[in-house]
């Protein structure tokens, strides 16, 4: 594996890592010493890449991190679907959430960044751990996307709206969820 592949493939594991990834383990992962690792990290670095060092290992600091607010509406079968549709264009799902007329936001941390997160979250509902929480709203839901870049957001959005997901805000919604969910 070259060098630029290798460091490729060390950035995708610290993206997708929930906390820090000790060189060690990146060396046995990538059967190169630690300096290897070490000399990898510091070019990163130099790529402007915010990797920080910790006595448990390295973490990917996410740069930019931007967000915005989907409405979206599918049936269960298409679950899966649209969190991979999100996560393949370069996003996070960060929650879902729907607006009910009498319990005003409820929502629910995902934390959805890859596809075996994705899989994870609807084997879990599939499985009888839990239902979806838009099944109280007729399937209209919520997700606060969070991504790098405007763009990556834009082509999101794009992408929701080409298979039919995105739907347009009633009257009686408000606009601001988060005013509302912090005072619930």
């Not at 059967?31 to 690792?37: D, E, H």
């Not at 070019?43 to 967000?67: E, W």
């Not at 794009?158 to 005072?183: C, H, I, T």
């Amino acid at each position: 594996m070259s060098g630029e592949k290798r460091r490729e493939n060390l950035l995708k594991i610290l993206q997708e890592s929930d906390g820090a990834v000790s060189g060690t383990k990146l060396a046995q992962n990538f059967q190169v010493s630690r300096q290897v690792i070490v000399q990898d990290i510091a070019l990163l670095r130099a790529a402007n890449y915010d990797i920080i060092s910790t006595h448990k290992g390295y973490i990917l600091q996410i740069k930019g991190n931007l967000q915005r607010v989907f409405k979206v509406k599918h049936s269960p079968e298409k679950m899966l679907e649209e969190l991979n549709l999100i996560v393949d264009c370069g996003g996070r799902v960060e929650d879902v959430f729907v607006y009910h007329k009498i319990y005003g936001v409820v929502r629910v941390e995902m934390n959805i960044k890859s596809r075996r997160d994705a899989k994870k979250y609807v084997d879990g509902i599939n499985g009888g751990v839990s239902v979806p929480l838009e099944q109280i709203t007729s399937q209209y839901h919520y997700h606060t996307v969070s991504a790098d870049s405007e763009d990556t957001l834009d082509e999101i959005q794009k992408e929701l709206d080409m298979q039919g997901y995105l739907v347009a805000l009633r009257d009686y919604e408000p606009v601001d969820f988060w005013s509302n969910a912090k005072n619930d």
